[in-house]
């Protein structure tokens, strides 16, 4: 939907019912001290929105009983819907008793997961309640450079430096140049031009271009509330 609060990936795990509720939340707690991303706060004022690392997140992992399995969609269902971006944590957990199974159901936003992602954080969790239920010390993978630190460091490097000026240089190349055409059919000459830039700077098939094209002349004709050559430069 069109929430931004609510653009969730989730995932249902089954637990052993020996292991305590406490050994859960301090194995996602290792997570966090491990993965930064998954400290991630959005403050929203507006139009604008500013993303932060929290040096620690309150989590508390939430538990219900249901009397059913058949109550889990339900039930993660309305967990889903309590997440927010600009408060609390972007990981959210719930444990689920049932009579039969226990179940831990993790409910994370999109904005700091993705799906290689979660197969690292589900390796992580796995090993932490491995060794919980063993007796054992935890080890995790050592911590590799932070999301902050590495966008600090893009800030002074100067690996981009090739890139800015090829597009500086591919700016100026197409300055000026435009699909002159504003009726249909489409010329012979519109569509050479469209075929030749298309996957250059627009990185797109340029069937795709010339159909964008032609329905802004159409707009263009019907309406009359936009001009295609300001849309469409090349």
């Known amino acids: 939907g069109s929430d931004l609060h609510h653009f969730n990936q989730d995932l249902l795990l089954e637990i052993p019912s020996t292991l305590e509720k406490s050994k ?60 927010r971006i600009d408060s609390g944590s972007l990981l959210r957990g719930l444990l689920i008793k049932t009579s039969r199974q226990n179940y831990l159901y993790l409910n994370i936003h999109h904005l700091v997961i993705d799906g290689f992602s979660w197969r690292i954080i589900i390796e992580d969790l796995q090993n932490c309640l491995l060794a919980f239920q063993l007796n054992k010390k935890v080890v995790l993978p050592r911590k590799s450079i932070s999301f902050k630190q590495w966008t600090e460091t893009l800030k002074i490097t100067d690996i981009f430096n090739n890139e800015i000026n090829f597009w500086k240089s591919s700016l100026q190349e197409i300055s000026g140049q435009w699909v002159t055409n504003s009726k249909l059919p489409l010329q012979i000459s519109d569509i050479k031009l469209l075929i030749l830039k298309s996957m250059i ?16 002349i159409i707009a263009k004709s019907i309406w009359k509330v936009m001009d295609a050559k300001v849309f469409l430069k090349i």
């Open 201 to 216: 700077f627009y990185c797109m098939p340029w069937q795709k271009l010339c159909l964008v094209y032609m329905a802004m």
């Open 24 to 83: 859960i939340t301090e194995a996602i707690g290792l997570l966090f001290s491990l993965h930064d991303m998954l400290r991630t706060l959005y403050r929203i004022d507006g139009k604008k929105v500013t993303q932060s690392i929290q040096n620690q997140v309150n989590f508390a992992l939430e538990e219900v009983s249901i009397e059913s399995e058949s109550e889990i969609g339900v039930t993660t269902t309305a967990f889903n819907k309590m997440m």
